[in-house]
């Protein structure tokens, strides 16, 4: 609730003009679906609560499934072969990450998936604009992105978990540049990476009612031979009452922080505050 009621505030101030191009989006994305649109009867309506019902984010290269998780295709469509195109050094260190996925991802110890990742990651994600501004809220995580008007530089010198986000309109796609990510982020389970370097270019299009076409397209000369894009289809969740949920994580005996349900009788907030609660009556017995 914190974090959307923040968001919320964001979103309350007075907007920023964005910037809509000539270029027909409908010509880049195939689609000639037209969004409704926000009260000012010009900026295309993405909101809502959405979310990928494929299961890339195990291993945006494809993989052949198991253990109850459904095999995927790549979701690469550029190169032809949905194949990262890494240079032979960074390759090594990719095969590096794959073997040690199971307890190096940093997602799974509770670090923010990151962009693209968080897209297309398992859960689902929200969309809250109005006319000027535009939010994505992830259950993942509590992460959370405000997409500032491109006219706006790109912050330098930062390495951030979701990164710097600067965006435009081109007819009713939205297009990003994303930049100040962090090196420590991982593109899925399968330890596919990226460095300091990266820039990643982003686009949103609604294809129907409820579908969003994402593509994302990755440079980082210091680990790949060329840029390369990758693209999925979110729905948008149409049950009654969906909302986001609280996504929580909780200390091991070794430090480290992991998922873990809500529903988990060990859940870190029910463990808080029983700890509040004992402390609160060791602190009155002393007076």
């Excluded at 968001?7 to 003009?17: C, D, F, M, N, R």
């Excluded at 993405?46 to 198991?66: C, K, L, M, P």
């Excluded at 297309?120 to 509590?142: K, R």
């Excluded at 070794?254 to 907030?269: E, F, M, V």
């Amino acid at each position: 609730m914190k974090l959307l009621t923040t968001v919320l505030l964001i979103l309350s101030l007075e907007s920023a003009p964005a910037v809509f191009a000539e270029q027909s989006a409908a010509q880049r994305s195939g689609s000639s679906y037209k969004p409704g649109r926000l009260w000012d009867n010009k900026t295309p309506d993405f909101r809502g609560i959405w979310q990928v019902r494929d299961t890339a984010y195990v291993n945006i290269e494809g993989h052949s499934g198991g253990k109850g998780i459904a095999p995927a295709k790549s979701i690469i469509v550029d190169p032809p072969n949905g194949k990262i195109p890494y240079t032979a050094e960074a390759l090594a260190k990719r095969q590096e990450n794959y073997k040690s996925r199971m307890t190096a991802d940093p997602s799974i110890k509770c670090y923010q998936s990151g962009v693209p990742r968080a897209t297309y990651a398992a859960t689902p994600l929200q969309i809250i604009q109005s006319p000027g501004n535009f939010v994505i809220v992830y259950q993942e995580n509590h992460a959370f992105r405000y997409f500032y008007p491109e006219p706006r530089p790109h912050f330098r010198g930062a390495d951030w978990w979701m990164g710097d986000t600067r965006y435009h309109w081109e007819g009713d796609t939205l297009v990003t540049s994303v930049s100040a990510l962090t090196d420590k982020l991982w593109l899925d389970q399968a330890g596919n990476y990226f460095s300091l370097d990266v820039n990643v270019h982003e686009r949103y299009t609604m294809t129907g009612p409820d579908t969003l076409q994402y593509e994302a397209t990755i440079e980082d000369p210091k680990v790949y031979t060329r840029p390369w894009t990758i693209r999925t289809v979110l729905h948008r969740v149409k049950d009654a009452g969906a909302r986001l949920i609280e996504d929580e994580c909780l200390e091991d005996e070794n430090g480290i922080h992991r998922h873990i349900s809500p529903y988990d009788p060990k859940n870190l907030l029910k463990n808080d505050y029983r700890r509040w609660r004992i402390a609160d009556a060791v602190s009155k017995n002393k007076k």
